[in-house]
């Protein structure tokens, strides 16, 4: 959240991007890199209970990190959890989950994009 990173963990973002997105730390022998003001303003992060019926959130994402979750629970909960998850989902928007879980055998508005990383499509065209 506070978009500070160690400079090790960013040796694969190409240079252009580290130059544009990170600003290094004031003092030159702190290895930490920060995010800069304009993107960290377009992340949110929120902490909610996943049992609970409502999130309590208003708004569509365009990009859910859900890793390391689903395998927590029983595949009833699951599917529960990930129908409320993708409504919080823009359409278009991108869901990505740890390499150990699998929503294979839920009906959802989702595409495979690659290795755990799914698209909402309009649910629509899903039906």
Known sequence: AKAVYHEKTISDIPLQLRKKYLLRHKNPKEPYVRIVPLLRKKATFKYL?????????????DIIFFRNVLIY?????????LQRVVE?????????????????????????????????????NYE
């Open 49 to 61: 209970n996943f049992m609970s019926p409502q999130y309590g959130i208003e708004q569509s994402f």
């Open 73 to 81: 629970f029983n595949k009833e909960i699951q599917r529960k959890v």
């Open 88 to 124: 919080h989902l823009a359409v278009g928007g991108y869901l990505f989950i740890g390499h150990s879980e699998n929503i294979l055998g839920f009906t959802l508005p989702l595409v495979n994009r690659g290795p755990n990383i799914f698209q909402k499509i309009n649910p629509k």
